[in-house]
């Protein structure tokens, strides 16, 4: 399972890998391994191979279909964005009655999809029926709906989800991320600083959010409030470092890139190394120069940690 977390196919070869070594020691296989097997096929698109071991995991279990398998099945469906597929199956298989991870399989492979109606239907079929629904399936409708940039959608769905229960910070942050991507910052930031009057809370995702709509906006001044908002309080993570590194360099803050390259001890990556070199460049003589020119040597030496100290300068400030 810990291989499959990746979405590197080299690590679900070697998940199969593990399963082929089990079977040939003849170590007990629970349906977990079964289903696992069947996810790794079906991250790489072995439609065939995820049948053959849903078989398998019914004859030896002595059941129908072990309804773990029956889940990865249709998980694998939506991997391979086979999303009729899925459907089929959940409402027309013979093997099992589907269980309430089923329903919520298949409605966000359908969301994934694009086929929105579809699984806005099944949600509310389920809805009614009684049958227990997660706030993965309203998130995927919400996050899809944004994508297709249709704002007034994941609206409703997020007001559908406040009536059922507490929204979680993740259903938040959804929005948040939902208001950015179609650049209605207006709407993100009321919701940003709803948040800041509780019982929802921003995350750091939240502020994560907020810097990424307002780089790929252009808005770098606002990212860097941000940014420095967050870590006056709290230890940053490397994902915010790197956008404040970003919106510093298209500030024309070369100083303040370097500065945080240097006082953190961080490594360049694929994307800081060009914010870092404009940095560099800007100064080509005296005492700095040296110092930076030292800087990029040490930093191929260096392991870059995963949190910057409580609080930042500002690099508005001379």
């Not at 129908?64 to 999303?83: C, T």
């Not at 806005?120 to 709906?145: I, V």
């Not at 009321?190 to 800041?196: G, H, L, S, T, Y």
């Not at 921003?202 to 420095?228: C, D, H, Q, V």
Request: hydrophobic content about 40%.
């Amino acid at each position: 399972n810990n291989l499959l977390a990746s979405n590197n196919p080299i690590q679900h070869r070697r998940a199969l890998r593990v399963f082929e070594e089990m079977e040939r020691k003849e170590i007990p296989l629970a349906d977990s391994v079964y289903a696992a097997v069947i996810r790794a096929h079906g991250k790489l698109h072995n439609k065939t191979q995820c049948f053959r071991f849903m078989e398998e995991a019914s004859k030896d279990k002595g059941i129908r279909v072990p309804i773990a398998s029956f889940n990865s099945l249709l998980f694998a469906f939506g991997e391979m964005g086979a999303q009729e597929d899925a459907y089929r199956l959940l409402v027309r298989n013979n093997w099992v009655e589907p269980d309430d991870i089923s329903y919520g399989i298949v409605i966000r492979c359908l969301a994934k999809g694009g086929r929105l109606h579809e699984a806005e239907k099944l949600l509310e079929s389920q809805r009614a029926g009684g049958r227990g629904l997660f706030e993965h399936e309203y998130l995927a409708l919400m996050t899809n709906y944004a994508n297709a940039g249709d704002l007034s959608k994941v609206e409703n769905v997020f007001r559908r989800l406040l009536a059922r229960s507490k929204p979680s910070v993740t259903a938040y942050n959804c929005l948040i991320k939902s208001y950015m991507q179609n650049n209605d910052f207006e709407g993100a930031e009321n919701v940003f600083r709803d948040m800041k009057e509780g019982p929802v809370f921003p995350s750091e995702r939240t502020y994560l959010s907020m810097m990424r709509g307002y780089n790929e906006a252009g808005n770098f001044r606002a990212s860097l409030e941000i940014f420095l908002e967050f870590s006056s309080s709290q230890a940053a993570t490397m994902p915010m470092v790197e956008e404040a590194i970003v919106a510093a360099s298209q500030s024309g803050k070369h100083f303040y890139v370097l500065k945080l390259f240097e006082d953190q001890a961080l490594v360049p990556s694929q994307r800081t190394i060009k914010p870092l070199m404009m940095a560099v460049s800007q100064f080509a003589e005296g005492k700095e120069y040296d110092r930076f020119q030292n800087l990029l040597l040490e930093m191929s030496e260096r392991q870059s940690p995963n949190f910057l100290p409580r609080r930042m300068s500002s690099p508005w400030t001379p």
